[in-house]
């Protein structure tokens, strides 16, 4: 990208970010279209074998900066310090970006892509109980079959069940035609078992027709990620609206990613990026195959991720459906403030929010519940 961030910074609306208006979207079809085509054609370890060579020059991009795209977070920071300097108490009151005094959110999440994935549900699950966590897990119905009792079990252990296409073929936001033919059967399903929540396959995503699917929200959009076959991101750590569905974005690399094809030994990725998330208030928002946990190995990954964020503090761990409905309800509220009375929220926010202060800390904003 010839700008820099700090003139495309000045230069454009937030939703040219969100919305990835900085993209080529009849090239990049046309590669996505290419990829999908060939991809059956090549063996798994020479698909591997390319895909680590090229992911090199890949997390060089120079925007949207990997794995941290501070362009948004900037933005915000900047705008309420101008706010802050501009009032007469030199702080200014908003709702908690979390219920109650939250420093920031956790949501874990497991896109569910074979029949082998579906056996490992249980083994991945072992995990989470270890950490007295929940997750939410995403089906693709028609690719492979499953006993849908599986589907209650995990409601039953407070789990939460999405949609994740209906094929997995990279096929879905290839043609508007090809996309209205699926619409009305991925919106079946998501009435048929109760689900309100949707990721694409592949994290594929078009932001114009993604609010036609009769979801309460996605999670298709990653804050950066370089190394999928649509590449790019939306910049944002917080949830923000596609229409009238809430888009939850991706915000850590995904596993398969860092295990398979950048080979690292560690989660030091996961956790230097949680803690950035952490300290701008944001949302940890991870995905975990159970098709790629299947040894001990493997799993060890997501076990230590889970051991190093329940040990943060102050963090809300919650499903993707509750922050949706959060942020959606945050959203319809405002501050109000009458004189003598101390300021308060207005809205359905305000059983579960918290007025906080944003305020300047040497050069830096700090957000205080009281």
């Known amino acids: 990208m010839a700008e820099t961030s700090e003139i495309v910074l000045e230069k454009h609306p937030v939703e040219y970010y969100l919305h990835e208006r900085y993209k080529q979207p009849g090239k990049k079809r046309g590669l996505l279209r290419f990829y999908y085509a060939v991809r059956p054609l090549v063996p798994r370890n020479l ?27 900037d933005r915000a920071n900047r705008e309420m310090e101008a706010r802050i300097q501009q009032s007469e108490e030199k702080r200014v009151p908003l709702i908690n970006f979390w219920p109650g005094n939250f420093h920031a959110a956790v949501t874990l999440t497991h896109d569910v892509e074979r029949g082998i994935g579906v056996r490992n549900i249980p083994h991945v699950r072992e995990v ?36 994740h296409g209906l094929y997995h073929d990279g096929k879905k936001f290839s043609s508007r035609k090809i996309f209205e033919e699926r619409l009305p059967k991925m919106n079946n399903y ?7 929540g949707f990721r694409s396959p592949a994290t594929h995503r078009n932001p114009d027709w993604m609010p036609e699917i009769a979801a309460e929200y996605d999670s298709s959009f990653p804050d950066t990620d370089p190394f999928e076959p649509q590449s790019g991101g939306c910049c944002s750590i917080f949830p923000f609206f596609l229409g009238h569905m809430v888009e939850l974005p991706i915000t850590l690399v995904q596993d398969h990613t860092l295990i398979e094809i950048l080979q690292k030994k560690d989660i030091e990725l996961w956790k230097q990026k949680s803690e950035w998330i952490i300290e701008h208030h944001g949302l940890v928002n991870i995905i975990i195959h159970p098709d790629y946990m299947l040894t001990e190995k493997d799993l060890w990954y997501y076990e230590e991720f889970l051991r190093f964020i329940t040990l943060q503090k102050n963090l809300w761990f919650a499903l993707p459906k509750d922050i949706a409905r959060w942020w959606r309800d945050r959203s319809k509220s405002e501050v109000v403030t009458t004189d003598g009375v101390r300021p308060m929220i207005k809205g359905p926010a305000s059983a579960r929010g918290c007025v906080a202060w944003a305020a300047l800390e040497g050069e830096r904003v700090q957000y205080i519940c009281e």
């Open 128 to 163: 989470e109980r270890k950490y007295g966590v929940v997750s939410s897990w995403n089906f693709v119905p028609e690719r492979y079959s499953f006993d849908k009792k599986i589907l209650k079990e995990l409601e039953a252990e407070g789990c939460e069940i999405g949609l």
């Open 47 to 73: 698909q591997l074998a390319l895909r680590r060579a090229y992911a090199k020059k890949q997390a060089r991009v120079e925007f949207p900066r990997w794995p941290i795209e501070p362009i948004l977070v």
């Open 190 to 196: 998501l009435k048929e078992w109760g689900a309100v």
